[in-house]
Structure formats: C-alpha cells, structure tokens
C-alpha cells in the first residue's frame, strides 16, 4: 500500500512557475514508477510525466515537454513536478499516481492516487 499526498498548488500569473510535491508513505517507496496527471474542468484525465521506478527514466506530454521537470528523491519518499513558463491551459487539478511496474501513460493502469491539488494560471 502508499498512501500519495500532493502539495505545492496555488495561483500564478502567465510565464510563472510552481514546484509541486507528491509525498509517499510507505518502505518500498523506490519500487513505484510515479506519474502526475491532471485534470481540467469539463475536460478528460492527462496524462503530463512520469518517472521509472528502476532507471529513473522520464516521460512528457508534448504539452509540457520542455517546460516542466519532473524528479524524484527516494531518501525522502518524494517526487516533484518543476513546472515553469506556465500557461493558462496549465490549470487543472495536478494528482500523482503509483504503479508498481514500468511507468505508463494511462491511468486506469495505476493502482494509488492522491487527493489532487489545484494549480490556477491566470493570464
């Protein structure tokens, strides 16, 4: 079992950045490939990036390849997402997911959630 807990939403203007966290619980933390998806009001799940479990290996959404970063630090339980040169089509509700195999991008395929945080660009 983990347990996911987002962090770090909020409001910023156009071209601004925000550091999300998604904090785990749980000793086997570095065995979960972790992806971040959101979603937007009236609008389908995304996938946005995902992190391996084994390599470490990443993987954008052309949306947001090249603007956001993400990361993760084993010793603390934690992935990041960096997002920078935020847009306004970046607002949505951002939750991480945890699967215990090779990342993926779809999200029936992951078994833990978070309960999601809100991150509104204003233009």
């Known amino acids: 079992q983990v347990q996911l807990v987002e962090s770090g939403g909020g409001l910023v203007q156009a071209g601004g950045s925000l550091r999300l966290s998604c904090a785990a619980s749980g000793r086997t933390f570095s065995s979960y490939s972790i992806a971040w998806f959101r979603q937007a009001p009236g609008k389908p799940l995304e996938f946005v990036c995902g992190i391996n479990r084994d390599s470490g290996s990443t993987y954008y959404a052309d949306s947001v390849k090249g603007r956001f970063t993400i990361s993760r630090d084993n010793a603390k339980n934690t992935v990041y997402l960096q997002m920078n040169s935020l847009k306004p089509e970046d607002t949505a509700t951002y939750s991480c997911?945890?699967?215990?195999?090779?990342?993926?991008?779809?999200?029936?395929?992951?078994?833990?959630w978070g309960q999601g945080t809100q991150v509104t660009v204003s233009s």
């Open positions: 997911a945890a699967r215990s195999g090779s990342m993926v991008v779809t999200a029936t395929s992951y078994d833990f």
